[in-house]
């Protein structure tokens, strides 16, 4: 099966504009150099066991800006955002690293991880094997596959090239059909993005109708829209092993409280 075909969307804008600045970086800094920058890069932390624990796993994203809403912090610290919600009790955290849309960058990630004990995953549109390299050598535990961006045998291909770096991806869905996809190219954690990536519009019904095609050996991680306590709690009861949170942490005057609060537990003092 085949990635979807250009249709104008925000999404195609991103992927173009990713394609045009992976060529210009492959460019400049060969896949050689960063294979002998992964080599260097530090020990890896495990991102499936921090998502498959008992309780509630929030893998909380840092993220400044999107598509959707805009600017969400700023100013925007992400080292000081990272020390706070591993306070908090964060299982994992999602970083962007997209630079025109999202206002990420690796060295937002490489920074962040460096000062936590956490796992961290690289949130950004990867489609090259070139990315899959550029990520360990920057730290990196995890990344993510969107399959609605891959072809088959590309969405494989860096499901292998992860797991040989030592990196199990993070494969995000948004259908049933997509969901096939993931199953068949042996995606091992299953997101399910509530949000539609050509509209935008949020629907957390989503992960409720996709949870039962998910089998019990796969981690699943319910994405976007997630705003109490109780979602989680329900989306847990329906099988859910971790919960993606981004926009309701960057846009709340304390993200390390927000925090707590999703995972009803008292917020970190000091």
Known sequence: MSAQANTGTVLDRILDARRAAVDHRKKVLPETALKYGA???TPLRNFAAALSRDGINILAELKPASPS???LRDPFDAVALARALEAAGAAALSILTEEEFFHGSLKNLREARKIISLPVLRKDFIFDPWQVWETRANDADSFLLIVATLHDAQLRDLIVLGRELGMEPLVEVHTSVELNRAL???AR???VNNRDLKTLTVRAETSFELI???PDHCIAVSESGLRTHDDLLRLRVAG????LIG???MLAPDPAVALANLLGTSPPQG
């Open 69 to 71: 809403r805009g600017v």
């Open 39 to 41: 080599k260097a890069a």
């Open 212 to 214: 039962d095609q998910i």
């Open 240 to 243: 859910f092993d971790a919960f």
């Open 184 to 186: 068949a190219a042996d």
């Open 189 to 191: 954690i299953l997101g």
């Open 247 to 249: 926009e309701h942490l």
